[in-house]
């Protein structure tokens, strides 16, 4: 990457100082553009969930992996939660997805809880056998008492699809039934899974992420507190294919320690620690054992870091900084936090991330753990609290005594608890890939690059005044 003037500015910048000037380009198509990274964690697209308990659980895993991303399960989830979670996630398919069952005896009221559940928005009802025998959407339940069994209300007007069907057939079956969705059986007609229209289209837009076996790839997270290598070795035994070592400040001694008593484990996946935002914490945890360094202090959206501080560092500069001093060492970055628009993703990896990190974004979403609440205004929302909150904090010292837990509760650095609102137009974590990929991809082809290493080696960045970011933002209605 370059700037537009040289020298370069003297001043730190956001993602919105910046804009890329557009390149003489050879690239025809977005679909000529590989988004594959380079940095070891094996996505297809450079997408991560970030460790957020409010973002990453296992379906955010499942949806992430099988479009090409991948999701960070948080330090506070107990290791055998995980290890579960783990084992769920492998055992999910590369193409369907999985489906929300109920039985017909069961109740609109208990399906309604369940439906947020998943963007596909349908529950499968099943037979003693497993054989479906209906399906039911929220419109099956409107202005029907919550008492009511499903057989009285579930559409039995079945399409099915078999396991292993191409996706190309599979949109065709279900466009020429004229069916949004179908149940996926294996040879004996027993449910395994889910297929939308949309979701055949993803299959072949997007490549999974999966490990050597073909399975589907998901990342974990510990802190420095405790037995760090007991806790990452718990990790590594429970089949991860990345190891996560996070902490709000990654430039300190602890951390240093931390990743060589990792390394002392000799593990197989790569290791990822952070947060720092100076090439000089990326050279210090490089040197320990890291082979990704996350960048990023106090931009995210839950966090009042600077605020509270003065801390931090914006971070365009700071991942242009610190990806200049991984390439140089043979590392690789994560830009982690401050990310809004799809755009912000492209500048990211202009400056030369590996993969960038989203959390609260994908907060607001079906797939984010937690449940769906509706305001006075009947709009969903979701939960969303920072990782350094009073609340995370509590969290994670429910073994302490009361005088400690009370002494810590005193200090946070984030917010506990913020309205995630779904969009309805993109209520799914994968309506959100769709817009990010399709930004990417574009913005890859006014660079010329077919490639993420084109796209950081090629990318023209300028700076811009408030004005000039704000005529670049739409107008949904005349002025």
Request: overall charge negative; glycine content about 10%.
């Amino acid at each position: 990457m370059r700037f537009l003037t040289d020298p370069p500015p003297a001043w730190d910048l956001t993602y919105d100082d910046v804009f890329m000037v557009p390149s003489r380009s050879a690239v025809t198509s977005r679909l000529d553009v590989d988004l594959s990274t380079q940095d070891g964690s094996g996505t297809t697209i450079p997408v991560i969930a970030a460790n957020m308990t409010a973002v990453s659980g296992r379906r955010m895993a499942e949806t992430l992996a099988r479009r090409g991303g991948l999701a960070v399960i948080p330090q506070d989830i107990p290791l055998d939660v995980v290890a579960d979670v783990v084992g769920f996630v492998k055992s999910r398919d590369l193409v369907h997805e999985t489906a929300i069952t109920m039985a017909p005896t069961d109740t609109v009221g208990e399906a309604l809880n369940l439906l947020p559940k998943r963007a596909h928005g349908a529950i499968v009802v099943v037979d003693a056998a497993g054989v479906p025998v209906g399906v039911v959407t929220e419109a099956d339940c409107l202005g029907v008492d919550r008492f009511a069994q499903l057989h009285r209300v579930m559409s039995s007007d079945l399409l099915t699809v078999p396991a292993g069907i191409d996706p190309r057939a599979a949109f065709d079956r279900l466009h020429e039934g004229r069916h949004r969705l179908a149940p996926v059986v294996d040879g004996d007609g027993c449910l395994v899974g889910i297929l939308t229209r949309t979701a055949a289209l993803r299959a072949t837009l997007y490549r999974p992420a999966v490990d050597g076996s073909g399975r589907l790839r998901v990342a974990a997270a510990i802190g420095l507190n405790g037995d760090v290598a007991a806790k990452a070795e718990s990790l590594l035994s429970a089949g991860i294919d990345l190891l996560v070592i996070d902490t709000a400040h990654g430039h300190q001694e602890r951390m240093i320690e931390a990743l060589r008593l990792v390394r002392k484990l000799d593990p197989s996946v790569p290791v990822a620690a952070g947060n720092v935002v100076s090439a000089a914490g990326v050279r210090d945890l490089v040197e320990a054992g890291a082979d990704i360094v996350k960048v990023g202090v106090g931009p995210g959206a839950m966090c009042t870091t600077r605020m509270m501080t003065g801390v931090g560092r914006p971070q365009f500069s700071a991942v242009l900084e610190c990806a200049t001093e991984a390439r140089r060492l043979g590392a690789h970055v994560w830009a982690d936090g401050g990310i809004r628009h799809p755009r912000d993703v492209a500048l990211a990896l202009a400056a030369g991330a590996g993969n960038v990190m989203v959390g609260s974004w994908f907060a607001g979403t079906h797939e984010s753990p937690g449940d769906v609440h509706r305001d006075a205004d009947g709009r969903l929302f979701k939960e969303s609290f920072g990782m350094a909150s009073a609340r995370a904090v509590r969290g994670r010292t429910e073994g302490e005594s009361a005088f400690d837990r009370a002494r810590k509760g005193l200090f946070e650095e984030g917010i506990s608890t913020a309205r995630m609102y779904l969009d309805p137009a993109l209520p799914g974590v994968e309506d959100l890939l769709d817009r990010i990929v399709a930004g990417l991809r574009s913005a890859c082809t006014y660079a010329g690059a077919r490639t993420l290493a084109e796209f950081a080696d090629r990318a023209v960045v300028g700076v811009q005044s408030a004005a000039g970011y704000a005529e670049g933002q739409p107008l949904f209605r005349s002025w």
